[in-house]
Nanobody
Framework: QVQLVESGGGLVQAGASLRLSCAAS????????MGWFRQAPGKEREFVAA????????YYADSVKGRFTISRDNAKYTMALQMNSLKPEDTAVYYC????????????WGQGTQVTVSS
């Protein structure tokens, strides 16, 4: 069992950067792939990024590729999403996730953290 808690969201202007963090509780975090999903107002949930168990492989949605970087530290039971060059369309609630699948790690979800990007 894994519990996830996101932090680091906020209100920023377009072009700014934010770093989201995810703290995990539970044992053997290295057994799980992890990822980030987001849900914008009036839109469906979408995949943002994922990282494999050891951190050796990462995956990104085309919309964030080159701007966002996902990372993890299994020893510290943490994961992060560095978001640069933020755009208004990045505005959403961001969710930290964990699971068996590297492409769809959705077995566990955090509570979400709000990211708002204004012009």
């Amino acid at each position: 069992q894994v519990q996830l808690v996101e932090s680091g969201g906020g209100l920023v202007q377009a072009g700014a950067s934010l770093r989201l963090s995810c703290a995990a509780s539970g044992r053997t975090l290295s057994s799980y792939a992890m990822g980030w999903f987001r849900q914008a107002p009036g839109k469906e949930r979408e995949f943002v990024a994922a990282i494999s168990r050891s951190g050796g492989n990462t995956y990104y949605a085309d919309s964030v590729k080159g701007r966002f970087t996902i990372s993890r530290d299994n020893a510290k039971y943490t994961m992060a999403l560095q978001m640069n060059s933020l755009k208004p369309e990045d505005t959403a609630v961001y969710y930290c996730t964990a699971g068996i699948s590297s492409y769809a790690p959705t077995d566990y979800w955090g509570q979400g953290t709000q990211v708002t990007v204004s012009s």
